[in-house]
């Protein structure tokens, strides 16, 4: 099975920081990549695409880095409604299949 | 709109009973799917279906049966339950079924516990 690595935390961080986490994967074929949240007890919602010249979307910044096979999300000026689980999601051209993260864990603290 | 809607939204079982978990949209979606979710891993596929009266395996279709009864509507069934198949299942829709190019968008999951 292709692998989709990432830190399940917790991370930790202050109401109002930066926080940046990263997702690897193992087939340099893959073609489509996605952030997903997660709330406690609730369906994943996509949170933002992953486009090969990086993105962004008011505090979110999403990049690609083929070379090494990750994708990273950065989350400015956390808010407290940012807690939740962070989701990668990848996709290789060839293959119907998603391959899902286990998901990374933010907390933010007031 | 509702999106996505499942039923039950939680469930216990005996090992060896059989239930039907139900999923429909009204999105006017061609692409539906079911997942399972267990701790300290990521989605996996259980079944698809591309499109209306087809359906397909995905990465961990054992112990368990589909129906794409309509468009809007796609049933998962297990036949004997199994403690291993306690689980959150989700069931997911997307537009055209771009095999990952597109959004899906997700049930609000059904609890499954079987003792």
């Known amino acids: 099975r292709k692998e989709v690595e990432q830190d399940p935390g917790p991370f930790n961080v202050p109401e109002g920081a930066t926080v940046a986490f990263n997702c690897t994967y193992s087939?340099?074929?893959?073609?489509?990549f996605f952030w997903y949240r997660q709330d406690c007890r609730k369906e994943p919602k996509l949170l933002m695409s992953?486009?090969?010249?990086?993105n962004e979307d008011g505090r979110f910044t999403a990049q690609l880095n083929r070379a090494s096979q990750y994708i990273s999300l950065l989350i400015r000026d956390s808010k407290l409604s940012d807690s939740a689980t962070y989701l990668c999601?990848?996709?290789?051209?060839?293959?119907?299949?998603?391959?899902w993260g286990a998901g990374t864990k933010l907390i933010i603290k007031p | 709109n509702a999106g996505v809607t499942q039923t039950p939204k939680f469930q216990v079982l005996k090992t060896g009973q059989s239930m039907t978990l139900q999923c429909a949209q009204d999105?006017?979606?061609?692409?539906m799917y079911w997942y399972r979710q267990d701790p300290g891993m990521g989605l996996r596929l259980i079944y698809y279906?591309?499109?209306?009266?087809?359906?397909d395996k995905g990465e961990v279709p054992n112990g368990y049966n589909v129906s794409r009864l309509n468009k809007r509507e796609f049933s998962l069934r297990l036949e004997s339950a199994a403690p291993s198949q306690t689980s959150v299942y989700f069931c997911?829709?997307?537009?055209?079924?771009?095999?990952?190019?597109?959004?899906?968008?997700f049930g609000p999951g059904t609890r499954l516990l079987v003792l």
């Open positions: 999105m006017n979606h061609n692409s």
């Open positions: 087939n340099s074929a893959s073609q489509s």
């Open positions: 999601v990848v996709n290789e051209d060839s293959n119907y299949q998603l391959i």
């Open positions: 997911a829709s997307s537009p055209r079924g771009s095999w990952g190019r597109e959004t899906q968008y």
């Open positions: 992953v486009y090969s010249s990086g």
């Open positions: 279906s591309a499109s209306e009266g087809t359906t």
